[in-house]
T-cell receptor, first 116, second 109 residues
Framework: GAVVSQHPSRVICKSGTSVKIECRSL??????MFWYRQFPKQSLMLMAT?????????EQGVEKDKFLINHASLTLSTLTVTSAHPEDSSFYIC????????????FGPGTRLLVL | GQNIDQPTEMTATEGAIVQINCTYQ??????LFWYQQHAGEAPTFLSY??LDGLEEKGRFSSFLSRSKGYSYLLLKELQMKDSASYLC??????????WGAGTKLIIKP
């Protein structure tokens, strides 16, 4: 099956710093990538949808200037949490979809962010 | 609006059968997904239904009734490792997943 990786798997940072999370599709071209956030004991919340080469579409309530998404290639999307605060501590998960199958999303393993 | 409903928590006994129900309302419909998520991990795909009926895959089966906006995940011969959250997600007309809150399944010996 298709593989999606995320890096780092876990990050601890100080409040006010920025953190970049990478999402890579390893064996297919991901025309669309999705970024989710999941707080403890809650379901996944879609933050934004990014299509390769175009600006990301953010869900209502998600600050695009705080959560910068770049999808510069068909195999890489990055999420940068700028000026992170403790309330940004969460589990961030990306998923990727190829152009050949609209129904199938492949999930990365997730990145656990802890902001002190 | 779009909505996915599933029970918050269920408990079952090792070796038994459990059925997790899900009702959905989506803008358009491109299928119903079930994912398993262990604590601290990303979801893993279990099943996809787009036509009415039962799809069987080993110990897991998934059922869909589009007219009723209803699906269930059936787990047979439960094992302790099946303790996890089970997420129901409907795919809308834009091919976006609408997620339920998840059902935490607790397996007791």
């Amino acid at each position: 099956g298709a593989v999606v990786s995320q890096h780092p798997s876990r990050v601890i940072c100080k409040s006010g710093t920025s953190v970049k999370i990478e999402c890579r599709s390893l064996d297919f071209q991901a025309t669309t990538m999705f970024w989710y956030r999941q707080f403890p004991k809650q379901s996944l919340m879609l933050m934004a949808t990014s299509n390769e080469g175009s600006k990301a579409t953010y869900e209502q309530g998600v600050e695009k200037d705080k959560f910068l998404i770049n999808h510069a290639s068909l195999t890489l999307s990055t999420l940068t949490v700028t000026s992170a605060h403790p309330e940004d501590s969460s589990f961030y998960i990306c998923s990727a979809r190829s152009g050949t199958s609209q129904e199938t999303q492949y999930f990365g393993p997730g990145t656990r962010l802890l902001v002190l | 609006g779009q909505n996915i409903d599933q029970p918050t928590e269920m408990t079952a006994t090792e070796g038994a059968i459990v059925q997790i129900n899900c009702t959905y309302q989506t803008s358009g419909f491109n299928g119903l997904f079930w994912y398993q998520q262990h604590a601290g991990e990303a979801p893993t795909f279990l099943s996809y239904n787009v036509l009415d009926g039962l799809e069987e895959k080993g110990r897991f089966s998934s059922f869909l009734s589009r007219s009723k906006g209803y699906s269930y995940l059936l787990l047979k011969e439960l094992q302790m490792k099946d303790s996890a959250s089970y997420l129901c997600a409907g795919m809308d007309s834009n091919y976006q997943l609408i997620w339920g809150a998840g059902t935490k399944l607790i397996i007791k010996p």
